[in-house]
């Protein structure tokens, strides 16, 4: 085909094929059409943005903004020629080691920058884990290692806790400062928990005798965040003290996921709690892949609990919440929306798919109230309440779940 069949048949798909990004082009008349199956598809949806036939990049039109595709296959494509579109740079995908990262990741980033310099300076070394990485468990590898001695665990299983002093002044010091928009528990429940598990240790008894397995492990799990937190913030910031930490927080988070490993029975609420606090120490302690594979567990248990889906009396469903207090079901919803919080990040982190869909989402946002504030029964407003913690969880859920805000009841 020459140039000149090109403009005098089809001077619009001409103009879309100029590399000239900024020049202004006539829309294309409905009656310059190729076909008839062009114009009848056209004319039943005429705002379709018609895309150019082979010889076009389907990628940019004359007006310089990229054209969103719903084909995995052409971004690969895209991705395996590089160097003919400099906007491509921008939209490959990337494996390292077998493991998928979009172009969100920022480990995608720096395995392109690696890359490029790695180019620049005519170094062939390529990018990838270490041999320690590939002899780890298959849903740490890559994670920093845990530093923990089995040996000084006990029958009881209390030898690695603090003594009582400590082990309240690290509630108060989660609650006042580790906490900050991930606000899912209730604080008088938990002051209530840590009670019995300190009358447990006084009475020799072991770990989740009087609380079971998930309330305890939620425990260990707010112990081993604050004990890390604390040296963060108290310490002396010298690399000893905070490997000496870091050991101890470790031990406390492994006894909480020996927990929620070995519990029983059906979920519950508690389930869920746990795995995220855990998921919660494991990203600030930089395992991203422990928590990547933590996390999906615990987003397929609120699944199970329909943690997703409003509960109230105007739905036919029978929800067990339904027969729960004002506190419990405000956790629900604190808790999901936690989660839901969590899963954008991760996605954005890992540059993969999320795992909650929008449209299975009706839950409603928690109520804006503080702790102090609720009874098993209903809310109890005091006079001088005071700003409210919970919002800034309402807000960051707002803003993450963007076009869920109007879907959702607030």
């Known amino acids: 085909m020459t140039p000149s069949t090109h403009s005098s048949a089809s001077p619009g ?26 114009a009848e598809n056209r004319r039943k949806d005429p705002k379709e943005t018609r895309t150019p036939r082979p010889l ?20 690969r494509e895209i991705s395996q020629h590089p160097h003919n579109d400099p906007t491509s740079q921008a939209l490959q995908e990337i494996e390292i080691e077998d493991q998928y990262f979009d172009p969100t990741s920022g480990l995608n980033f720096l395995h392109r920058a690696w890359r490029k310099l790695s180019t620049q300076k005519g170094d062939g070394a390529s990018y990838g884990f270490h041999e320690t990485d590939k002899r780890q468990l298959l849903a740490s590898a890559g994670d920093r290692p845990f530093k923990v001695d089995r040996n000084v665990f006990d029958a009881s299983g209390f030898v690695c806790v603090p003594q009582e002093s400590t082990l309240r002044k690290l509630l108060e010091f989660y609650f006042e400062t580790c906490v900050v928009t991930y606000r899912m ?18 009475d020799g008894q072991p770990i989740g005798c009087s609380l079971g397995h998930a309330k305890s492990a939620i425990l260990l799990a707010i112990m081993a965040i604050a004990t890390l937190r604390y040296e963060k913030v108290h310490g002396d910031k010298s690399s000893q003290n905070e490997a000496v930490a870091l050991g101890q927080s470790d031990q406390l988070y492994c006894m909480s996921t020996n927990l929620t490993e070995t519990e029983t029975g059906f979920p519950r609420l508690e389930s869920v709690q746990g795995r995220l606090l855990q998921v919660l120490y494991l990203l600030q302690t930089s395992r991203m892949n422990k928590g990547w594979y933590t996390f999906g567990n615990t987003c397929n248990i609120t699944l199970s609990l329909g943690m997703h889906r409003r509960r109230d009396c105007q ?38 798919p999320r795992l909650y869909q929008d449209e299975d989402i009706d839950q409603d946002f928690p109520e804006s109230v503080n702790d102090e504030d609720m009874t098993p029964q209903c809310l109890s407003l005091s006079e001088d309440s005071g700003d409210c913690h919970i919002d800034s969880l309402i807000l960051h859920a707002r803003y993450v779940s963007a076009d869920m805000a109007l879907r959702v009841r607030s």
């Open 13 to 38: 798909v001409e103009a879309v094929r100029s590399p000239d990004l900024g020049r202004v082009t006539s829309k294309r008349p409905l009656t310059a059409t190729d076909s008839t199956t062009d």
């Open 56 to 75: 076009v990049d389907s990628n940019t039109t004359d007006r310089g903004y990229v054209v969103s595709t719903a084909s995995a296959p052409l971004t």
């Open 185 to 202: 528990l209730h604080r008088p429940t938990i002051e209530a928990w840590m009670d019995a598990f300190v009358k447990d240790r006084r």
């Open 315 to 352: 739905r036919d469903v029978s929800f067990a919440s339904r027969r729960l207090g004002y506190i419990s079901l405000q956790c629900y919803k604190r808790t999901f929306w936690v989660a839901y919080t969590i899963d954008k990040y991760l996605s954005v982190v890992f540059g993969r």
